[in-house]
């Protein structure tokens, strides 16, 4: 025995105490059956490979590349999230955000509107006001819009059929104003006009044998669509993890349903160059979980119409489902061939196998009052899907076709007035016109301004530029020049640029639009400015605080908006 250990203390007869050894044997942990034991290994190795699975088909979706940048994008904005809960960038930021917030308010909603004389309304009056004093008020509330939506300087938003269009729309409305389609029973009209809406747009994008339904919107009939596929893919395949698949310049709708109803988004980059859909890519990220493609046609940022006939290739091998979103491109890109502005264009509708829903808004292109837009499916067996119904609820059996429960009857009532009216004829001569004038503007603004370029090879009714290579021009400054001139672009990034979606009104003043783009780019070049609304939005952007700071705006731009 070595001299240490003469020097250790006896414990045997501590530990052979037998309240001690009582001690001891109650924190031994008790032994398992063995065959318990296996049980919870197995237990143990199937959660870790159903963890390992997850990871590797997140890998081979995303690449190893672009999970190494998600991954610090991660750690980035974590860093930055923790930067900014430091106290002395909370109180600069809350400064920011209050500046900000008095601007914002002074500009949407003031206290008072010099020149204009209406009253605040903000609480129930104690007696009914008398209707002069509504029309009063509705004069002077008309007053505030400005003049730049008649005079075709507005990119979308304002998709106006004319001025005797709008009078059959109020009296289709006015006619139908308190029913509701959730009662069909009470309004056999609304129902009889909603199902012969639906039809004819299943028909415009040859779905005979499919069915559809009316929604309030392009989001809604996206969101639709999701839940359906969703739903779908949990019955016929049993699909519990519900991934689905999109390229980057998809609608954000998507994204919002993702998050609505628990869908896994992957997000693909488009092809630089050509802005459409990276099909190769997007097939690489289809797994056992994926539940449905998206592809555009044609998308919002860019214009462009993603390669439908090729997702629709994938989409029928691996037996999931394709959306094709057509809300923008509705009644222009269902009138093309018959404008004879078709060549070149790939069919991207039900013709198109694969393709399983169709997302088209009647309230753009087909000139139907706000609130107006079509969901349709391949089949009526895959809407059955999109329903929600209720069977022991204690008001009875409960169903609805949609988002909604009650709708306004008298917005169905004027779509169907509306297509009635103006036929496949108004329709392809209002296809042709603002087709011709985006190319027009599409082939010039390069030609004549060769610090600009134009993104991809638009074809329809939305043109995307940006600045031209190896050129320092702020295309965010040239939006804000072109904004005092009383025009009304949008502002895109990923690329930073601007788009022009053209109306039946602004097809009239591309050419001004064009004159005007040119005086913006010489006072940019001899006053350059130091400031702006899309400068300063989309510019804080790029940085690396932007994405944190730019949700909080946007944010508080939402609550100004209701005070």
Request: glycine share 8%; with cysteine; hydrophobic share 45%.
């Amino acid at each position: 025995m070595s001299h240490w250990a003469t020097k250790l203390p006896n414990l045997e007869p501590y530990l052979s105490n037998p309240r001690i050894a009582a001690a001891r044997d109650l924190l031994r942990p008790p032994r398992l059956d063995p065959r318990v034991e296996q049980v919870l290994c197995l237990f143990l190795l199937y959660y870790a490979a159903q963890y390992v699975l997850r990871g590797w088909r997140h890998v081979r979706a995303r690449s190893v590349v672009g999970t190494v940048r998600e991954i610090y994008g991660y750690l980035h904005g974590l860093a930055i999230q923790l930067l900014l809960a430091l106290p002395s960038s909370r109180r600069q930021l809350a400064v920011e955000l209050a500046k900000t917030r008095a601007e914002l308010v002074e500009k949407l909603a003031p206290g008072t509107y010099p020149g204009v004389d209406i009253s605040p309304a903000r609480e129930l009056p104690a007696v009914g006001r008398d209707r002069r004093w509504l029309e009063h008020e509705w004069d002077g509330l008309k007053k505030l819009e400005r003049g730049d939506v008649a005079e075709g300087r507005v990119s979308g938003a304002v998709y106006h059929g004319g001025d005797n269009l709008n009078q059959i729309i109020n009296e289709a409305m006015a006619r139908f104003i308190v029913t509701n389609p959730l009662h069909p029973d009470v309004f056999p009209g609304v129902r009889k006009m909603e199902s012969e809406v639906v039809s004819m747009v299943l028909k415009l994008f040859h779905g005979d044998a499919g069915a559809g339904t009316t929604t309030s919107g392009g989001t809604e009939s996206i969101l639709m669509s999701v839940k359906t596929h969703r739903d779908w893919a949990r019955a016929a395949k049993g699909i519990t993890r519900p991934e689905m698949i999109i390229p980057s310049s998809a609608h954000a709708a998507f994204w919002k349903g993702a998050e609505y109803f628990g869908v896994k988004l992957h997000v693909v980059p488009v092809n630089p160059v050509t802005r459409k859909a990276d099909v190769a890519a997007m097939r690489r990220a289809v797994n056992a979980n994926t539940i449905m493609l998206v592809g555009s046609a044609p998308n919002f940022p860019d214009g462009i119409i993603d390669p439908i006939p090729a997702l629709g290739q994938v989409a029928k091998r691996y037996n999931i489902g394709l959306h094709v979103d057509c809300c923008l491109g509705s009644f222009i890109l269902a009138f093309v061939e018959r404008a004879g502005l078709g060549a070149g264009l790939e069919p991207f509708d039900f013709r198109v196998e694969g393709v399983t829903a169709i997302s088209c808004d009647t309230h753009k292109y087909a000139f139907c009052p706000k609130g107006s837009s079509v969901i349709m499916y391949r089949s009526p067996q895959l809407r059955r899907f999109q329903y929600y119904v209720m069977t022991d609820w204690a008001g009875g059996v409960y169903a609805s076709p949609s988002m909604a429960g009650s709708r306004p009857g008298s917005v169905i009532a004027g779509a169907w007035a509306v297509l009635n009216h103006i036929g496949i004829d108004g329709y392809t001569e209002s296809c042709r016109t603002i087709v011709s004038a985006a190319r027009h503007f599409a082939t010039t603004l390069p030609a004549r301004y060769p610090q600009l370029c134009i993104l991809g090879d638009p074809r329809l009714s939305v043109v995307a530029f940006t600045a031209a290579a190896n050129n320092a021009l702020n295309v965010y400054a040239l939006g804000d020049a072109l904004s005092k001139m009383g025009w009304h672009l949008n502002a895109l990034s990923q690329p930073a640029g601007l788009h022009m979606a053209f109306t039946r009104l602004s097809a009239k003043s591309v050419d001004k639009l064009l004159d005007d783009i040119g005086a913006a780019l010489k006072t940019l070049t001899s006053d350059p400015p130091t400031d702006g609304d899309m400068v300063a939005l989309y510019g804080l952007g790029q940085t690396s605080v932007g994405p944190h700071v730019v949700g909080e705006l946007a944010a508080t731009f939402l609550d100004v908006l209701y005070e």
